[in-house]
């Protein structure tokens, strides 16, 4: 995917974020991503949504699933799996909240690639049913399955080190 390349669908989700308190000696609070909204809710980012016995539910904003058709092959596999998922990336922020929304994806290796980023929290959630029916329209739409063809190999010549000019390892 090219960085220039503009998405052929954008899918705009809300993100549910859950807050609760850790078991950890080094850190009193821990928090994840937990659902995904099919439609963009008309309500300020970091609305409470419940809290009960230590743990908050938040709405923490809207991102989007942006699909290409040249990672149509992945959201396919993503579909085909057991458990179809999209995947929430929050990042740092120095902003009132400790996270911010940076990413929703429905491309596994984009997940992937978000989590390597190692201060990101990235967790993969159910993908609503909605969600996954506009999403085989455009892989129905969109792609076409490569056909992988095997390179034959050439056999190895055992007496190509020998043909080397007798001049090259003359010279000094």
Same mark, same amino acid.
């Given at each position: 995917?090219?960085?220039?390349?503009?998405?052929?669908?954008?899918?705009?989700?809300?993100?549910?974020?859950?807050?609760?308190?850790?078991?950890?000696?080094?850190?009193?609070?821990?928090?994840?991503?937990?659902?995904?909204?099919?439609?963009?809710?008309?309500?300020?980012?970091?609305?409470?949504?419940?809290?009960?016995?230590?743990?908050?539910?938040?709405?923490?904003?809207?991102?989007?699933?942006?699909?290409?058709?040249?990672?149509?092959?992945?959201?396919?596999?993503?579909?085909?799996?057991?458990?179809?998922?999209?995947?929430?990336?929050?990042?740092?922020? #120095?902003?009132?909240?400790?996270? $911010?929304?940076?990413?929703?994806?429905?491309?596994? @290796?984009?997940? &992937? +690639?978000? !989590?390597?980023?190692?201060?990101?929290?990235?967790?993969?959630?159910?993908?609503?049913?909605?969600?996954?029916?506009?999403?085989?329209?455009?892989?129905? #739409?969109?792609?076409?399955?490569? $056909?992988?063809?095997?390179?034959?190999?050439?056999? @190895?010549?055992? &007496? +190509?080190? !020998?043909?080397?000019?007798?001049?090259?390892?003359?010279?000094?």
């Amino acid at each position: 995917m090219s960085p220039a390349a503009e998405p052929l669908l954008r899918i705009p989700l809300g993100v549910v974020v859950e807050r609760r308190r850790s078991a950890s000696p080094w850190t009193d609070l821990v928090w994840c991503g937990t659902a995904v909204l099919p439609d963009e809710p008309d309500v300020t980012p970091w609305t409470l949504i419940r809290e009960q016995d230590g743990v908050a539910l938040f709405y923490a904003g809207t991102a989007t699933v942006d699909l290409y058709r040249s990672e149509a092959g992945r959201y396919s596999d993503n579909l085909a799996s057991r458990t179809p998922s999209v995947w929430i990336v929050l990042s740092p922020s #120095e902003g009132a909240w400790p996270y $911010v929304v940076a990413a929703i994806t429905a491309d596994p @290796a984009e997940a &992937e +690639a978000f !989590a390597e980023a190692g201060a990101n929290l990235v967790e993969a959630v159910p993908m609503p049913a909605i969600v996954r029916e506009t999403i085989e329209s455009f892989i129905a #739409e969109h792609y076409v399955e490569r $056909v992988f063809v095997k390179r034959a190999r050439r056999r @190895a010549d055992p &007496e +190509a080190l !020998a043909h080397r000019s007798s001049e090259s390892g003359r010279r000094q």
